[in-house]
């Protein structure tokens, strides 16, 4: 248990302290927590301090949660939150004149604001529903007056909560889409390297599984990589940052997400083809093997290295043909597991010849911040 806790003290010092000291996304989180308690403190300011509203705890409370992780998300947010405080407010507000009685009033309106709570359209803020009547309900403020405070202050709230999220350092999201292209040419090229060396000797299907399970979670990044594209997309929508924040950079186009999906889906064909054919036929692992590591060395080269990825390519399309021959000379029982190969394998090769001219004509422009991918 004490091991267990000074695991978790340490691991928070760490995280606080590349809050600190480097950009990423502990440090995003303390600046959003950051912006939050400031927003929060302003609303209170304007609406407890200043205007002393009778209901003034609703504006600091809405701007608190106001401030999301992305400029569209607060937006949306404060729209279904405002729909969900005044629905709640009316419903209980009618309910109470009707009945005339606290707990029959809530007998009414609770089971009516729950369900609207649960309504999709309104997200995690649906939520709000039945707490913004049970405010009304448990406190009596019921009055056309007090409904006025109510709704002006969650204005006000929301208002204060997309003003700070979208003017202080407003939140993009690009820097995951980044790291995950560059570590996506990487890891295609370790594993081709690494399947690569193996058929040079005997391998087994223990092996060729593990080249197999490799290659799914190449899919899983490339699923990772989708989910990081919407989420950055979605940081840019009625964002400032464009202008504000000139370090932001744009993320990479999204016709290589599906240029990469091809690539990691090809890998993963040849790995599985050699898992179903552990026995290939003679002299065929010889000519695989460097097809393979010249795909790899492709991926793996440096975005400005065009002679180097020039080579590499022609030689990957030498063996291949090499692997071709292969394929009609052999007989009727090896054809089905190499001719299985020899398509993959050309599948990579057409996708990998759209990449190298991607960056060698990104290199030719003098890109050198490019990364591959």
């Known amino acids: 248990m004490?091991?267990?806790?000074?695991w978790e003290a340490a691991a928070i010092?760490?995280?606080?302290?590349?809050?600190?000291?480097?950009?990423?996304?502990?440090?995003?989180?303390?600046?959003?927590?950051?912006?939050?308690?400031?927003a929060a403190l302003l609303a209170w300011a304007i609406a407890g301090w200043w205007w002393t509203a009778p209901m003034a705890l609703l504006a600091p409370w809405t701007a608190l949660f106001l401030v999301q992780s992305t400029v569209y998300r607060s937006l949306l947010s404060a729209l279904q939150q405002v729909v969900v405080v005044v629905t709640g407010t009316l419903l209980a507000a009618g309910a109470l004149a009707l009945t005339h009685h606290t707990m029959a009033a809530m007998a009414l309106a609770l089971p009516l604001t729950a369900l609207l709570g649960n309504y999709a359209r309104l997200g995690s803020q649906g939520f709000y529903a039945p707490t913004a009547a049970l405010f009304v309900l448990a406190y009596g403020s019921s009055s056309g007056l007090d409904i006025l405070h109510r709704i002006l202050e969650t204005l006000l709230g929301a208002a204060i909560g997309?003003?700070?999220?979208?003017?202080?350092?407003?939140?993009?999201?690009?820097?995951?889409?980044?790291?995950?292209?560059?570590r996506l040419p990487q890891d295609c090229a370790d594993l081709l390297h690494t399947v690569a060396d193996g058929i040079e000797a005997s391998y087994?299907?223990?092996?060729?599984?593990?080249?197999?399970?490799?290659?799914v979670r190449l899919a899983d990044v490339m699923t990772e990589l989708r989910t990081a594209r919407r989420w950055s997309d979605e940081s840019f929508r009625f964002n400032p940052g464009r202008v504000l924040r000139r370090s932001a950079s744009t993320p990479p186009?999204?016709?290589?997400?599906?240029?990469?999906?091809?690539?990691?889906?090809?890998?993963?064909?040849?790995?599985?083809?050699?898992?179903?054919?552990?026995?290939?036929?003679?002299?065929?692992?010889?000519?695989l093997s460097p097809l393979l590591r010249s795909a790899g060395d492709i991926l793996a080269s440096r975005g400005d290295a065009v002679g180097e990825r020039r080579r590499a390519m022609e030689?990957?399309?030498?063996?291949?043909?090499?692997?071709?021959s292969e394929l009609a000379d052999s007989g009727r029982e090896t054809a089905p597991a190499l001719g299985g190969l020899t398509a993959d394998t050309q599948r990579l090769l057409d996708d990998?010849?759209?990449?190298?001219?991607?960056w060698d004509g990104d290199a030719s422009r003098g890109d050198r911040q490019s990364s591959p991918g």
């Open 352 to 358: 990998l010849s759209t990449v190298v001219g991607t």
């Open 253 to 287: 186009p999204t016709h290589w997400d599906f240029t990469w999906d091809r690539i990691t889906e090809h890998i993963r064909a040849i790995t599985r083809s050699l898992y179903e054919a552990v026995s290939l036929p003679d002299h065929v692992p010889d000519i």
């Open 315 to 324: 030689t990957a399309t030498t063996v291949h043909h090499r692997l071709a």
């Open 2 to 6: 004490w091991h267990a806790v000074t």
């Open 204 to 215: 087994d299907k223990e092996r060729a599984r593990d080249w197999y399970d490799s290659a």
């Open 13 to 38: 010092g760490r995280s606080v302290r590349r809050s600190v000291t480097e950009s990423g996304s502990e440090r995003d989180t303390a600046i959003q927590s950051l912006k939050a308690a400031g």
């Open 162 to 182: 997309i003003a700070v999220n979208a003017g202080v350092r407003p939140p993009v999201h690009s820097r995951h889409v980044h790291h995950l292209r560059s």
